[in-house]
């Protein structure tokens, strides 16, 4: 079964809105990351937050993590049109194996 | 940048064709990974190497599906024969990783392969 489960699957809001995207887990984790994806293209890296971390920023973007909940979310502030793209978390077990994703929150940014 | 590159960036072929994706990693990443991105099922492991070696390839379909890395630039994915249900976006990805921690990926445009 797959380690991560985004919530909500879909989410479209205005530009300028922040945009939460939580993900739930169900083992123990080394780290759990972030990726986007554009519609077409590759999953590309947005944040990593390591297992004894409780939350992270990078621009615009602030990761939590909750190990106690097995869980974790993504916020994104001031939401622009071309943020619109599906995001996706990733979990670890342990160090040297593979991440396993989850489905993914499609997030829509109308401007 | 340095960056993953996947050929073909798209295929069409008829059901019962060998199929051979290809992937060239980031130089210096000892880590190499297969996934399968479809709606239903979302991105799915399928197999990946660590130093070229095979670490787990438990998520491939192993009558027709095989993964190697002939050398360190190079990692293909071969489906033989293909069929209609392995149409999907398949996707290489490379990263550093070992020691006490799991570094962020990189993953190359994705092979969008269409099986008739």
């Known amino acids: 079964s797959q380690q991560g489960e985004e919530d909500p699957q879909a989410l479209s809001i205005q530009e300028g809105e922040n945009a939460t995207m939580n993900c739930s887990y169900k083992?123990?984790?080394?780290?759990l990351q972030w990726y986007r994806q554009n519609s077409g293209r590759g999953l590309v890296h947005l944040i990593l937050?390591?297992?004894?971390?409780r939350e992270k920023h990078s621009g615009r973007l602030r990761v939590t993590l909750d190990t106690s909940k097995k869980s974790s979310s993504l916020l994104i502030t001031a939401s622009r049109a071309a943020d619109t793209a599906s995001y996706f978390c990733?979990?670890?077990?342990?160090?040297?194996?593979?991440?396993?994703f989850g489905k993914g929150t499609t997030l829509s940014v109308s401007s | 940048d340095a960056r993953v590159t996947q050929t073909p960036r798209h295929k069409v072929t008829e059901m019962g064709q060998e199929v051979t994706m290809r992937c060239q990693p980031i130089?210096?990443?000892?880590?190499v990974f297969w996934y399968r991105q479809t709606m239903m099922q979302g991105l799915e492991l399928l197999a990946y190497?660590?130093?070229?070696?095979?670490?787990?390839d438990s998520g491939m379909p192993k009558d027709r599906f095989s993964a190697e890395m002939p050398d360190a630039t190079l990692a293909t994915l071969k489906i033989q024969p293909s069929e209609p249900r392995d149409s999907a976006v398949y996707f290489c990805?490379?990263?550093?990783?070992?020691?006490?921690?799991?570094?962020?990926?990189?993953f190359g445009s994705g092979t969008q392969l269409s099986v008739l």
């Open positions: 937050i390591r297992s004894n971390e």
């Open positions: 083992t123990s984790i080394n780290n």
């Open positions: 990805a490379s990263g550093l990783q070992g020691g006490r921690t799991n570094e962020k990926l990189f």
């Open positions: 130089l210096g990443h000892n880590t």
């Open positions: 190497f660590r130093n070229r070696a095979p670490l787990d």
């Open positions: 990733a979990t670890s077990r342990q160090a040297g194996t593979a991440l396993i």
